[in-house]
């Protein structure tokens, strides 16, 4: 049973205009929600992360919303760059583990068009 | 500042073989986890070391053991492998205590079992 669901595989938007990748999630322990970015033959790098007592974080071209009612995130992407081009993850956990065992969602690969 | 390495890039062994595979965690860091990504879906966490105990660990058989040295390196055994056991290993490290953010994947070991 998935508890990350990423439900579209692939997205593609033209350069400059706005991306939005989305994640749904079933576990309501989970309190710490990350963005991750994948490159081919790199590992994931982190992008962005919220923590449940907010609704929203920035930082710089990217934002994260978090609906803690409808276990929904998304990552807005603004404007978008072919170098955007790579697969997301969206990853959770729960404050009663350590804090880094992150359940990840299957991924949405972005492709920016020039 | 090396990153995280992991060793070798590509491995292929046949079924019912055994497997090691290493990883050298970024300068800094005290903490390994291990995660399994099979082709089309997200990272799935394996374990996770700490101070050279095992201290969390995901839905995965004892098949699938580890060890960390003192010099935080770590390393991850398959035994007895499966067709199924066919993935890219990721392996990421982190500073005890931190979350999310410090986390940094290496490039992961892509193994193929026939």
């Known amino acids: 049973d998935q508890q990350v669901k990423q439900n579209s595989p692939s997205l593609s938007v033209q350069e400059g205009r706005i991306s939005i990748l989305n994640c749904d999630y079933t576990?309501?322990?989970?309190?710490?929600f990350l963005w991750y970015k994948k490159y081919p033959a790199e590992g994931p790098t982190f992008l962005i992360s919220?923590?449940?007592?907010?609704d929203k974080n920035e930082d710089g071209r990217f934002t994260v919303f978090l609906n803690k009612s409808a276990k929904h995130l998304s990552l807005h992407i603004v404007p978008s760059q072919p170098g955007d081009s790579a697969v997301y993850f969206c990853?959770?956990?729960?404050?009663?583990?350590?804090?880094?065992?992150?359940?990840f969602g299957p991924g949405t690969r972005l492709s920016v068009l020039p | 500042d090396a990153g995280v390495t992991q060793s070798p890039t590509h491995l292929i062994k046949t079924r019912g073989q055994q497997v090691t595979l290493r990883c050298s965690p970024k300068?800094?860091?005290?903490?390994v986890s291990w995660y399994q990504q099979a082709l089309g879906q997200g990272p799935q966490f394996i374990f996770q070391?700490?101070?050279?105990?095992?201290?969390q660990r995901g839905n995965f058989p004892d098949r699938f053991s580890g060890h960390q040295f003192p010099n935080y390196s770590s390393e991850l055994n398959v035994n007895a492998l499966l067709l199924g056991d066919s993935a890219l290993y990721l392996c990421?490290?982190?500073?005890?205590?931190?979350?999310?953010?410090?986390?940094?994947f290496g490039p992961g070991t892509r193994l193929l079992v026939l």
């Open positions: 990421a490290s982190s500073l005890e205590g931190r979350r999310g953010e410090t986390q940094y």
């Open positions: 576990n309501s322990m989970f309190d710490y």
């Open positions: 919220i923590s449940s007592i907010k």
């Open positions: 990853a959770a956990s729960a404050t009663d583990d350590y804090g880094q065992n992150f359940v």
């Open positions: 300068s800094g860091h005290d903490t």
């Open positions: 070391y700490y101070e050279e105990e095992e201290r």
